[in-house]
Each structure stands twice: as C-alpha cells, then as structure tokens.
C-alpha cells in the first residue's frame, strides 16, 4: 500500500505539508507514539501518526524527525490537537530531512486513521502472503528437481522489483540478478564482517543496500552467507522482500550444507590418514575418492582458530571458505578434538604455482580479520610435494610453519614453508617449552645484565655472529673501539659458559637469538 493511496482517502482530510513529490513510498504499517525519539521500536516503512506531545522547545522538532528518518519511515502524520496546526519547525525539519509531513485535523482521531487504513494493509498483505507460499511451494520443488540458486534468485527478485546479491564473508560472489563489480563485493563484505548488529545498511556505488545474514552450519558470522537487497517497492516493502528472499537463499544455503557434509566425511578420511601415518596405497585410494589425482602436486595446509566460541568446525568451514577459489582441487579435514592445528587441507595445484596459493590464502584472511574480533588465526604452508608419496613431508612442514605463524604476532598470521630458513623450519618443530628453556640459558644472563647495567651486550652478539666474527666490521657497525668490542664478547663468553671461538658455540648462540622471546 503506498502513502498516496491513505491521504487520498478523502473522509481522513489529510493535507500534506512537506514531501508532495514523494508520496509513492510503501508503507508496512500506523504506529502511533510520542517519544522523542522511537527508532527502538521502528524497523522502516511506517506511517508515524504523533501528537507532538514531545515537543517542548522548536530544537525538538530537528531531534524528533532526525530519528525517524534514520529508522526509514514513510512519512509523519502530525495530529492539530496540541498546538491548533503544525509548527513551522516541524515541516521544515520534515523539508531538510526528506520525509513526507501531513497535517491531522482535530476531528479525525488517530483510531479513525487505523479503522480506514488497517483493513485494507491487512487485505493485502494475506493476498500477498498467499502469493509468497504459493512461490515458495514452487522454490522447494524447483531446489529439490536440481535448481540452482542462480536460475530461481533473478526471477524471484524481479518479480519482487529488488536486484540483490548473495556473497560469502570473503566477497566470493555466489549468486546475483545483476554485475557487481570487485570494490562493490569488497565493499558488501567488510561492512557484513565488521558490522556491530544486522541487518545493516550500506551504500555502494551509490545505490543504498540492505545487508542480512543467512546462518548455515555452522552458526557464526564467518560460515553465513550475507544477502544484499536494493529499496522495495510498492509491489514488496523491504521487509517484505527482504524476509522471502532470505528464505529463498537460506534454502539453498541449507543445499550447499549437506553437500559438505558428505564431501566432509571424505575429506576426513583422508585427514585422519595423514594424521596417523598410514599406508601410501590406501592414502592414494582416499585421495582419488575426493577427486584429487594421487600423482599430482600437493599442498599441505594446518590452521588453528582459538579465542571464539564455536563449534569445533567453525575453523574448518573458515579454511573452505579461504580455499574456496582454489576449488574443487582441496579438500578440508578436521583433526581430533584435542589437537591444537584442528584443520589440515591438501590443495592440488599441478597448474598454478605455490604463491598463487599463498596469496588466494592471504586475501581470505584479510577479508575476515574484522570478524575475529577476539579470536586468532594461525596457518602454516607446506612448499610444493610431488604426488602422494611425498604428502607426509609436506604435513610435517605446515605444522612447522603453523609453529612459526603461532609465534608471530597478530589475529590472522600466515607463514609459507619457503620463509622459514632452515634453521628456523627445524627448530619450529622443536616444543615451545623446549624452545624457550634453551634460549633463555643462553641469553637470559645477558638480558638480565643489559637490564641492570645498559651494556647492550645482546646487541654486540647478534652484529657479531652477522659479521661472521669480523672484529673490525663489527666495531664500524657498531661504533666502538675493538678494544672495547674485544671487552664486550668477552663478558658474553663470561655469562653465557660459551666460547665463541668455537663453531658449536656460536651455533648455539645463534639459534637462541633467533628463537622468539
């Protein structure tokens, strides 16, 4: 029902005072009040009907009509009992805010205005709902005969005179009734990742949208898809609109859940394998039944999500959806309950090399970061391993780098088996506790000293090991007399037990410098 159609109701005498030319807004329903400011109990589309018994200075007709149209009414209806007329400061707050003013003479009560106006809202909404399950009889069975969501979205929204767009966290489009170019997804998925409460709107490209969550399995934000709908129409209010293409989408969405449970289950298999260390033939069987040839190029993959409350494969879902654009070459295990790397994926990458790899991983995470919030994502990349044989060793190395990413700081960390030195890929492997007992017998008498007395003897070790034990250059890097240089090492030797003469000295002392503190 538009707002034209009740103030042309001709027994109501309402005259409109300030929005003539944008009287064709739908409306959802009459809500009467007099707070100052009711946006709590607006959810857009309504005819506001007031007795401006809220206003107590002109300043609180700006106050008032600011909270209005930010909530999305279709217009305010100001009743005369209170003042004789409508104050000037009200149509012109209504003027710079752009939501149509119509004046309610004392003799029409509001109760007159919800008598003429419900009946027929209420008429047409049961028509429309009629409409609604007769479509979404058509949709089931449509989905169920093999449908995809792209052949029933732009259908459904034309005929509801939307355009809309389906996209995951990471602003991989999954359907859609009309182009939307990279910014314009980029844009649609970091305000759905960042956004305090959905649904939330947004402006992209210039056109207004409306941005709702679809929940899948599991239940958080970083597994839902988000749904971005375009203003209704007088055929179908936003919320209206909104609510059947939300159905529509959540239909498939449930689809694409059950599809991955199965492919989960294989996938599985496959993890559990590698986990335990089984045998070649058998892993090559498993790695065929998920669709990967066992002569292929291999990449191994473990993360971990921690800080978020969850459901075990949350973390799981959060790496298909980070591997997505690598499919169908992957597949995504979750490992035992008690194991801190819960994920372990293998990507099949014969044609692409592993810094395509690595950066589809890096462009994920980053879209997801802001919906983290106090959780933490850690991955590690194994370099390329060439066919099944060599998978093991590739496992081995992400949980080295997964190790490493652990380390480094940050909510979202990623480390490739190719940026880890050698040294550093052997002693990610060494325990943390291990780890850190050994560099702090080495270093801590130093930094303790360095602490107590500003000697900088740490710093002197590390240029000196980097210098290659080079007197000379080392005292010009560092600004110091060689004699002084000379007095610094040997206090080092003194603390530490070591003598940096020795090769397996300087070796240890090398290793604990490059060890996390």
Do not use: K
Not at 317 to 325: C, D, G
């Amino acid at each position: 029902m538009l707002l034209r159609e009740v103030l042309a109701m001709p027994q109501l005498r309402l005259s409109v005072l300030a929005g003539a030319d944008d009287l064709d807004r739908p409306l959802t329903r009459l809500y009467i009040t007099d707070l100052l400011d009711p946006r709590r109990y607006l959810s857009g589309g309504e005819v506001v009907l007031t007795g401006l018994m809220w206003r107590r200075a002109p300043a609180d007709s700006e106050t008032f009509v600011a909270a209005c149209a930010a909530a999305g009414v279709a217009a305010i209806g100001a009743g005369d009992a209170a003042y004789g007329s409508v104050p000037a400061d009200l149509v012109e707050a209504c003027r710079v805010h752009q939501v149509p003013l119509f004046e309610v003479p004392v003799e029409v009560s509001f109760r007159d205005i919800l008598d003429e106006v419900n009946p027929s809202l209420w008429a047409r909404r049961a028509t429309g709902l009629a409409s609604v399950l007769v479509r979404h009889r058509g949709l089931v069975a449509a989905m169920a005969a093999g449908a995809r969501l792209g052949d029933l979205l732009s259908p459904v929204a034309a005929d509801l005179g939307v355009d809309c767009w389906v996209l995951t966290p990471t602003g991989r489009i999954v359907a859609g009734t009309a182009g939307l170019d990279a910014a314009g997804r980029a844009d649609l998925a970091a305000a759905f990742v960042a956004a305090d409460r959905l649904p939330v709107a947004v402006t992209v490209a210039g056109r207004p949208l409306t941005v709702l969550a679809v929940p899948g399995r599991p239940e958080h934000r970083l597994a839902s898809w988000l749904l971005a709908v375009t203003a209704g129409t007088a055929r179908a209010p936003l919320p209206d609109a909104a609510d059947e293409l939300v159905s529509l989408v959540a239909l498939a969405r449930a689809q694409a859940d059950e599809a991955t449970r199965v492919e989960r289950r294989l996938a599985d298999r496959v993890g559990s394998l590698l986990d335990s260390g089984g045998d070649l033939a058998e892993l090559r069987a498993r790695l065929s039944s998920c669709g990967l040839s066992p002569d292929s190029t291999f990449l191994a993959l473990t993360a971990s999500l921690t800080g978020l409350p969850g459901p075990a494969e949350l973390a799981v879902a959060v790496v298909e959806e980070i591997l997505r654009p690598c499919a169908p070459q992957t597949v995504v295990a979750g490992l035992a309950a008690d194991r801190p790397d819960g994920v372990l994926a293998v990507v099949s990458a014969p044609a692409q090399p592993a810094s395509t790899v690595l950066d589809t991983v890096r462009a994920g995470i980053a879209a997801l970061v802001p919906a983290l919030g106090a959780g933490r994502l850690a991955v590690g990349i194994s370099g390329p391993a060439a066919g099944a044989v060599a998978l093991p060793g590739a496992v081995e190395e992400a949980r080295h780098a997964w190790r490493a990413a652990i380390d480094r700081p940050g909510r979202a960390t990623v480390v490739s088996a190719d940026e880890l030195a050698s040294h550093l890929l052997l002693l990610a492997g060494v325990p943390t506790d291990t780890r850190r007992a050994f560099r702090d017998r080495l270093l801590g008498p130093l930094v303790e000293y360095d602490r107590v007395h500003d000697a900088r003897l740490v710093q002197t070790l590390e240029t000196f090991l980097d210098c290659s034990g080079s007197w000379t250059r080392c005292a010009e890097l560092l600004h110091v007399h060689v004699n002084t240089l000379r007095y610094r090492i040997g206090r080092v030797e003194q603390l530490t037990g070591r003598d940096l003469n020795r090769f397996e000295d300087r070796v240890d002392l090398f290793l604990a410098l490059r060890l996390p503190g």
